[in-house]
């Protein structure tokens, strides 16, 4: 059973393939196959594909020379492991598992071998991804910028039930994807003061980093397309001082470039609230003005000028990390160059688009006047005067609009004015933006706030991660439905086809398996009837595995006390990283080990009820966990989650959703009709009228004597028998502050998971509904996001 259509002649495809990749392994490595661990097969595979990468990439450059192009401005690019995603993009997918079989090491060992670049947090960083992979599979001319940072998203282990972080070194073995560029290097100016030239102020940085470039290829479905991902490293400009090392001061001598690569050492790992850290804001400029010089490059090569930058190209900030572009702009376009400001607003603005990704007060970025003056002083300058020349276009504009107010930035604001388009992620977030974060500019601004829905990109998140579907979907569909995903429509017609059905319930066995085969090392054994329920995402209040886990704790006595007749068998996934000092997504991660504990060494539940927690989800965990899942968890108190993509990779896998009417959730179920759907909770005013009642959690447990017998289980120390009071801290957030309403919305959730096993017991029934979220869900293909930018943010086409 095949992946991929074979080539013309395959046989000969794979020996030159499998010669390929000895040739590498010999002439690139200097090691003898007999020699060859999986790593060494790894980075030989890796190198015949680059080999194979490198002539439609010098052709898409040629093609793109002086065509109009897209730069997607990012501090978070998670790209997941490449070397799977780019033999599938190629078309060699197959051809390497025989060509790889032929040298005697199984494909899968190959791929396993390869360190999972983890160079972002999660949702935003994941999409930034997908979005490079839209662009090159539709065959736009774009750039992802991004930093190459030394170590990614920390690695997560437990150890007691508590999470413990250690670093990422994914470059410990240097990537072969990671392709080297000398001649795009710039040097980043910090620090210093501002003086005059002529009479025009002029910045004098106080300190000098270099810029240089790695690019990872992007290649799209099809191989006929490939873009750049570029990512900066920093270095000193002079990495050594050689008159002082001599002199014996050896530290002292590299002390420059020590200073340089701390801007590149570490991914910030906070999402969702704000570290307000100067080295943060370093690492943003140094992105931008890297990116900016880069940009400027370009446009100069293909003969352009600095008065139509805003021809040549688009450029995006994906969120505010990269705010700091728009006054970078308005310095190269006005500082020593004659341009007024008026003229270099008018350039920035119309280059600049911004998307917002989330509501949160706490994750709206804003640095002090202090430290954006100390370490930009000239930016500082150019961020009042951009404000000043908003405030005299609106001079009655509210103070909420203002960039600098109580000595801080608000880089939203300052991101918004700058860009001619502002974007939310959702149907429902966008009108979230419009109306609360951003309603005093919509009314200034009307008609710059669109949506663009998110979208994943079906190649990773269904052919790569799911092959026995992707040979499904062909079989019934053909060829084609990777690019076009409204295709899948066509199994509207097959949901009522026994045989159908009955193929896509051993697709999902197979998926478990494969998931059992992942979870085995750590002692789990999975019973293969069981209903696979999946909760995969960043650890955050709002996210509330919390409610989650409570339900969990419901269902636990339900069975102890004979009281859930409906039941089925049930294994409770959850994963995901807690930010290192965020207390309570920590405190709830020891709950969900304390409870797992306790349950699964239950003995008369053991077969009913699992709680399972893998370490550290990441992409590669997705892709094998989010395939194998029945239930996909999206239920974020309504109005907090700015979208979701997971809930989209679950759903086009066949899995059923219970969730909210947050984010994207709101769309699915549109398109997936609501009987295909487990809704429950508040709808986004509710939940902001509940939250505003004082004493509301304490009102909603006393209305729940289930959800007071479950609190009752924690307060006794029943999870946690030898340290009493160590959950003491959670349930006294629970009682009386519950800021995510997991109290108020704990009824409706455990009703409708009752609804969800009775589903289950009705296997043809469920798998039917999981067939029709299939066929509903093409919507969400990054593709018909990425085509919603283009044209109503960015007007670029396609160039093939
Ligand atoms: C900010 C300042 C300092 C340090 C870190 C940060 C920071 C880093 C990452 C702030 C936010 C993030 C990440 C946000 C994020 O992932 N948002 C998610 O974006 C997805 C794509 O649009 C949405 O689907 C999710 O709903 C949203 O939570």
Redesign the pocket.
């Known amino acids: 059973m095949k992946l991929q259509a074979g080539g013309q002649d395959e046989a000969v495809g794979v020996v030159a393939l499998a010669e390929a990749i000895e040739a590498a392994l010999r002439a690139d490595l200097g090691i003898e196959p007999a020699a060859a661990d999986a790593a060494a097969w790894q980075r030989a595979t890796a190198i015949a594909l680059r080999r194979k990468v490198m002539v439609p990439w010098l052709a898409a450059e040629a093609q793109a020379l002086g065509k109009r192009r897209v730069a997607y401005l990012s ?2 690019f998670l790209v997941g492991r490449i070397l799977g995603d780019c033999a599938l993009n190629l078309g060699l997918y197959d051809t390497l598992g025989l060509a790889l079989d032929r040298l005697g090491v199984p494909l899968a060992a190959v791929i396993g071998e390869e360190p999972d670049p983890a160079l972002g ?7 930034a991804a997908c979005f490079l992979d839209s662009l090159s599979t539709l065959g736009v001319a774009a750039t992802g910028y991004g930093l190459r940072y030394e170590y990614g998203l920390f690695r997560q282990g437990f150890a007691g039930g508590q999470q413990v972080e250690s670093p990422d070194d994914w470059l410990k073995t240097p990537s072969p994807w990671l392709v080297e560029r000398p001649s795009a290097s710039y040097l980043v100016g910090f620090g210093g003061h501002v003086g005059f030239r002529n009479g025009a102020p002029y910045w004098e940085p106080g300190e000098q980093v270099s810029a240089e470039a790695h690019d990872l290829p992007v290649v799209g479905y099809g191989g006929k397309w490939v873009n750049p991902l570029r990512l900066w490293q920093a270095r000193a400009p002079q990495p050594f001082d050689l008159p002082q090392f001599s002199r014996g001061d050896h530290l002292g001598a590299s002390e420059a470039e020590l200073n340089a690569r701390k801007l590149c050492r570490v991914l ?1 790992p ?8 100067e080295l ?1 804001l370093k690492q943003e400029y140094f992105l931008c003005a890297a990116a900016v010089q880069d940009i400027l490059a370009r446009h100069y090569a293909a003969g352009g000028r600095l008065e139509t930058l805003h021809k040549s190209f688009a450029i995006q900030m994906n ?1 505010t ?1 990269p705010a700091i572009v728009a006054p970078e702009l308005v310095r190269v376009l006005t500082d020593g160059t004659g341009m007024g400001f008026d003229q270099a607003m008018r350039i920035t603005t119309a280059t600049l688009g911004y ?1 917002n ?2 509501l949160m007060p706490e ?1 709206l ?1 804003a640095w002090s006047t202090w430290t954006m003056g100390t370490v930009l002083p000239r930016h500082m300058q150019i961020i009042e005067q951009i404000d000043s020349w908003h405030e005299k276009q609106h001079p009655k504009r509210p103070v909420s609009t203002k960039i600098v107010a109580f000595d801080t930035v608000r880089m939203g604001n300052l991101a918004f004015i700058s860009a001619h388009k502002v974007n939310g ?2 149907a429902l ?1 966008s009108d979230l933006v419009r109306s609360t974060v951003f309603a005093d500019m919509e009314a200034l601004h009307p008609g710059r706030i669109l949506n663009e829905t ?1 979208g994943v990109t079906p190649r990773r998140w269904i052919a790569l991660a799911n092959p026995p579907l992707a040979r499904l979907l062909t079989d019934e569909l053909g060829e084609g439905w990777q690019t076009d995903l409204d295709r899948l429509s066509g199994l509207e017609a097959r949901v009522e086809d026994a045989g159908f059905l009955d193929h896509l319930g051993q697709v999902k066995a197979q998926a478990k398996a494969r998931m059992g085969a992942l979870l085995a090392p750590q002692g789990v054994v999975l019973n293969p009837e069981a209903l696979v329920d999946v909760q995969v995402k ?1 650890i955050h209040e709002y996210k509330r595995q919390f409610l989650n886990l409570l339900e969990a704790i419901a269902l636990w006595q339900d069975l102890r006390e004979g009281r859930a007749s409906g039941a089925v068998p049930r294994v409770k996934i959850f994963g995901g990283k807690a930010a290192p000092g965020y207390h309570m997504a920590k405190s709830i991660i020891r709950l969900i080990h304390d409870v797992a504990d306790v349950v699964n060494r239950d003995p008369k539940t053991r077969d009913m009820l699992q709680i399972i927690y893998p370490a550290n989800y990441n992409v590669s965990m997705a892709e094998v966990l989010i395939p194998a899942a029945d239930l996909s968890e999206q239920i974020s108190t309504a109005g907090t ?5 997971g809930n989209m990779k679950f759903g086009l896998n066949g899995a059923l959703t219970i969730g909210t009417l947050d ?2 959730n709101v769309e699915m179920r549109e398109k997936v009709g609501p009987e295909n759907f487990f809704l429950f909770g508040m709808t986004t005013p509710e939940a902001r009228a509940c939250l505003a009642t004082p004493g509301h959690a304490r009102s909603a447990i006393e209305a729940s004597p289930r959800l007071q017998e479950v609190l009752q289980l924690i307060a006794e120390n029943r999870f946690s028998p030898t340290d009493p009071g160590r959950h003491s801290g959670i349930l006294d957030m629970i009682w009386n502050h519950d800021p995510y309403a997991c109290a108020s919305d704990f009824e409706s959730y455990y009703a409708q998971q009752r609804e969800v096993d009775s589903l289950y017991a009705k296997p043809l029934l469920w798998r039917k509904k999981a067939a029709l979220n299939i066929a509903r869900l093409g919507f969400f293909s990054s593709d018909r996001t990425i085509r919603g930018y283009m044209e109503d943010i960015w007007n670029v086409t396609p160039l093939i």
């Open positions: 501090m978070e947090n999660g949702g935003l960083g994941r999409l910030y906070d999402d969702e609230t704000q570290a307000g850290k943060r969120d990390h998307t990704h989330t994750a970025e992620v959702s977030h998110n960043r989650e700015a979208s979701g993509t984010g994207a």
